[in-house]
């Protein structure tokens, strides 16, 4: 597990201390580097804890926040493969900042009035720490803080005019809050992320001010708000173990499910670099990225052969940010071609059971689908893969709106219509059985849920209450 926290202060030796009480941190696991970058306002900490048991709650705190009446954070380590316990995960993509500099009760005259919080009204980030013994572990698919949206916020007179060439402290100023919003859950519970296409940018339209007619002829690309540079500082995910590429794509297990998250981004193989629906300008290949021809695609062929289908039958629920199948009003500039005609075939090919995406604000439950067309069987043990995307989370522009009539692979959708934002939780009650549902944050109430079922045979083991008895034996 990598405990990852930010400091306003470099440290000199960053240090966790950890262990399977509260009340005795015995201990501790350190990393020599406390790092930034060019217009950072922090230092970003990560220390790496190895050795932990398996489906096991440990306490921790970094060494600087150790006091006589500092409270311990806690986390449980991921369920062992061939574990065929029932759990549930919680799902959010294209969520952003919340309150005074992102989504909130109020926002520019044009944003229209289903795109803001009603008074009282619970945000995404509300809603999960509600629930937050409900799932394991939350899994964010790209566009995580929307820092890049700070010109436009301005322009559009959310936000408190700055010069460009200060503009970088509202950019970091956004990405800090959020990490401080979101803390309630990810001190806790493990987060889980890959890039989507606000992770590269610098702005976002924000050099165009449509009321007024002006454009700014200037370059607002700071260096550090490039080519993924806050999002490769921040996170550490599970490459090295996976054989993957640094945050961008990877794999990993918990108990009777094989994860893989990919890049929709950059390096999808077969001489894309991005999205060439959008003619690749919002994509970025400068990066650590395309030192080998079809990288990622040659790491996911042999990632999904070398999953062991008797310990982790559910392959693979893998999230990547764009979507290839939507109902969307903007298609166009929306639905990433170059993403299907690499993806798709190795996914039908070896099997995968669920895609989720986002990158379009809205809400859609597909059908299982097979280069378009519907698998005859729908959620009764289909041979393709079923799509949902659900980019609803909610962030400062709010909610997209989806094409009518809906696409005939169309099975439930939501959007700027209903107002309502919402995240998905996933449910694995056995190895042929999981469900998905449609979380209002709002309310917490279930708008949508589908179950698919899938038909085998397994062999699993039923872990019970190990958590429980873990925490009775600590009392």
């Known amino acids: 597990m990598y405990v990852s926290w930010n400091t306003f202060e470099q440290l000199s030796n960053p240090t966790v201390h950890y262990g399977l009480s509260p009340h005795a941190l015995i201990k501790h696991a350190s990393f020599n580097l406390s790092i930034t970058y060019a217009t950072s306002l922090t230092y970003n900490n990560d220390v790496k804890l190895t050795g932990l048991k398996p489906d096991t709650t440990y306490y921790y705190l970094p060494e600087h926040l150790l006091h006589e009446n500092a409270t311990a954070y806690s986390f449980t380590t991921s369920r062992p493969a061939g574990d065929g316990t029932p759990y549930s995960i919680a799902v959010v ?19 229209s009035k289903n795109n803001i919080l009603k008074p009282g009204e619970m945000n995404t980030i509300d809603s999960l720490t509600k629930v937050i013994d409900s799932f394991d572990f939350v899994w964010h698919p790209g566009d995580i803080a929307y820092a890049d949206y700070w010109l436009k916020e301005e322009i559009q007179g959310f936000l408190p005019n700055t010069t ?42 924000g050099t165009v001010d449509t009321a007024n007619n002006i454009t700014y002829d200037v370059d607002i690309c700071i260096p550090g708000q490039t080519n993924f540079t806050g999002y490769i500082n921040h996170f550490r995910m599970p490459s090295a173990e996976s054989g993957g590429t640094g945050n961008f794509w990877y794999s990993f297990d918990h108990g009777m499910v094989h994860y893989v998250t990919l890049d929709t981004e950059t390096d999808l193989g ?7 629906e959008v003619g690749g300008s919002e994509f970025d290949d400068s990066g650590p990225f395309n030192a080998t021809l079809n990288a990622q695609t040659t790491w996911l062929e042999a990632d999904l052969k070398s999953v062991d289908r008797s310990k982790t039958p559910w392959i693979i629920i893998v999230a990547g940010h764009r979507p290839w199948y939507l109902s969307h009003a903007n298609a166009s500039g929306t639905i990433c071609w ?9 996914l039908i090919e070896y099997g995968v059971d669920l895609v989720l995406s986002g990158h379009s604000h809205v809400y859609e439950r597909n059908a299982p689908l097979n280069n378009g067309v519907v698998d005859p069987n729908e959620l009764d043990n289909p041979s393709a893969p079923w799509y949902i995307t659900n980019g609803a989370a909610g962030h400062y522009d709010g909610l997209d709106a989806l094409q009518v009539p ?23 009650h056995n190895c042929t059985h999981m469900t998905h549902e449609f979380v209002a944050s709002g309310n917490g109430t279930i708008l949508d849920s589908a179950t698919l079922y899938k038909r085998r045979k397994c062999r699993l083991e039923y872990r019970g209450s190990q958590r429980q008895q873990q925490q009775h034996d600590h009392l």
């Not at 170059?338 to 190795?346: N, T, Y």
């Not at 809906?406 to 996933?426: C, E, I, P, V």
Request: proline content about 5%.
């Open 270 to 276: 077969h001489g894309y670099i991005g999205n060439d």
């Open 338 to 346: 170059s993403c299907k005609d690499v993806f798709e075939p190795l």
């Open 406 to 428: 809906l696409q005939n692979y169309s099975r439930f959708g939501l959007d700027t219509h209903n107002a309502t934002y919402g995240w998905s939780k996933l449910t694995f």
């Open 164 to 205: 460009i060439a200060e503009g970088y402290e509202v950019y970091e100023s956004i990405l800090n809050d959020f990490y401080d919003e979101m803390t309630p859950l990810t001190s806790y519970k493990p987060y889980m992320v890959s890039p989507g296409n606000h992770e590269s940018n610098c702005d976002n339209g």
């Open 93 to 111: 993509v294209d969520l952003g900042a919340m309150g005074p500099q992102g989504l909130t009760t109020y926002a520019a005259s044009t944003t």
